[in-house]
């Protein structure tokens, strides 16, 4: 997906929001809004919105010297998902379409966002997902593919995210390779985060290669690309991860909440819709 | 007042949307966000944001060859405020406190502000203001003043809202001089607005010599800058005057309804809150 022009000050916007948990340091956090307001004009319209982010959270990190600013946030985010793993595995029992309940958990996760957007209540949008209906729902199509799919693909969003998202792979009952950030990026998975939330114990846990807050193909690895060129189905997790990807030429299922006016008109959805979107073509 | 962090994301955001009121042309629109984004690095934290108000809009003119794009939607902002000034006016004359209603009028006025926030409904906002209790009323200090005082001077704020000051200014029963800015920047008023609003009916209508959205003394006229001296009450509206004037050394009343985070915080005050506040010492 390419930017938009109300993706410029929320570029600012987020820039501020990171620089803000890296330091208390007024100054330096000046000096990041500098930065990132001075190299707007070297991103073109056309360029994917993860892009840019990696550069604004590079320059977050350099300036402020703090590396992985979200790390204590991704860790209790974690923490306060597994604490519901239990409840929400109940839920998915008794439900009358496991796989179904099992999707909208994982999208339910997706609320758990640093990086969009600051305030949630956890369990009152997790109550919210499983009860409303989808705004896109390509469940029959994905049910299809599922059904014949031998290599699976998941691509990870974010840190906690990764809780609801084992809840998913238990249900698909088909070996899953899960993909995560190379490097710390705002509040995405790496592989510590999804070796925390145990999706070590449910997939085959790899890393994308990308450092960027979405699956960039053309920044991802080798070894990663060719898993993915050959997977028969990839879910694609999150904002991040579809507007790195979209539109997708495979077999991808996007999974996400719309938590973005910008990315809400893109797809003719409110904000707050929830979505199970088939790539064109399948 | 200084800037904060927070307005720097907000100068994009009221690029983008001056931008958006001047042309169509996208790619002259995302020029206009790199310019300014590139500028924010020349911005200290110690400037008002007036003055970089002042930057971005020079910006917009520039780029998009648009010296007052919102030269129609103030024309169309004085049209609605003056079809409303028989009902006001009536409003005044059955309230038990005239003066009080006036200042409460000329806040409702102060609603009208395509600067600051695009959505507004004016009626609602209008009963909304002549019902609720002032964050900070000093009303009484207020009353004193305009006892004793002999030359008023009145800082207008945004086209449209003129109409609301002239109800007020027809119940002080002083003679006002009343400022605008001396050159179209966003919807604040102009010469020419002021006097399609009837203030030159009511008022010695100057321009204040600024060209900022705020009257910042450094940027005004000599000869305004003696009238501004010699006032014994000076009435300040809005934001932007706000922005540029705290904290006043002289005898200024602040009239204006909060409609920013970052205003709020400085005055202690929530948004959407009313605020009639002296100058300190007075």
């Known amino acids: 997906m390419r930017a938009y022009l109300d993706c410029f000050p929320c570029f600012l916007q987020q820039a501020l929001r990171a620089a803000r948990i890296a330091t208390r340091d007024e100054e330096k956090i000046k000096r990041v809004l500098d930065a990132v307001g001075s190299l707007l004009k070297d991103i073109p319209l056309d360029s994917t919105p993860p892009l840019t982010g990696r550069l604004i959270y590079q320059k977050v990190s350099e300036i402020t010297g703090?590396?992985?600013?979200?790390?204590?946030?991704?860790?209790?985010?974690?923490?306060?998902?597994?604490?519901?793993?239990?409840?929400?595995?109940?839920?998915?029992?008794?439900?009358?379409?496991?796989?179904?309940?099992?999707?909208?958990?994982?999208i339910a996760g997706n609320v758990i966002d640093f990086g969009a957007n600051w305030d949630f209540d956890l369990n009152a949008d997790?109550?919210?997902?499983?009860?409303?209906?989808?705004?896109?729902?390509?469940?029959?199509?994905?049910?299809?593919?599922?059904a014949a799919a031998r290599d699976i693909?998941?691509?990870?969003?974010?840190?906690?995210?990764?809780?609801?998202d084992r809840i998913l792979i238990e249900e698909l009952g088909r070996p899953v390779t899960y993909a995560v950030r190379d490097a710390p990026i705002i509040n995405d998975a790496t592989k510590e985060d999804a070796?925390?939330?145990?999706?070590a114990d449910v997939a085959t846990l790899v890393s994308s290669g990308t450092d960027a807050p979405g699956t960039i193909l053309e920044t991802c690895r080798a070894d990663f690309l060719q898993t993915y060129r050959r997977a028969d189905l990839v879910i694609s997790k999150g904002q991040?991860?579809?507007?790195?990807?979209?539109?997708?030429?495979?077999?991808?299922?996007?999974?996400?909440?719309?938590?973005?006016?910008?990315?809400?008109?893109?797809?003719?959805?409110a904000e707050g819709g929830i979505v199970l979107q088939a790539a064109e073509g399948l």
């Open 126 to 146: 997790i109550d919210d997902i499983l009860e409303k209906d989808f705004a896109i729902g390509d469940y029959d199509a994905f049910k299809d593919r599922l």
């Open 153 to 164: 693909v998941y691509l990870g969003d974010n840190a906690g995210e990764c809780v609801f």
């Open 195 to 199: 070796m925390q939330a145990g999706i």
């Open 66 to 106: 703090n590396p992985d600013p979200y790390r204590e946030i991704k860790k209790k985010s974690t923490e306060r998902a597994l604490a519901l793993y239990p409840c929400l595995k109940s839920r998915v029992a008794a439900s009358s379409d496991r796989l179904l309940m099992a999707i909208r958990m994982a």
């Open 240 to 269: 991040g991860n579809y507007e790195a990807l979209s539109p997708a030429d495979g077999p991808v299922f996007f999974m996400l909440k719309v938590k973005c006016p910008v990315i809400g008109d893109h797809l003719g959805v």
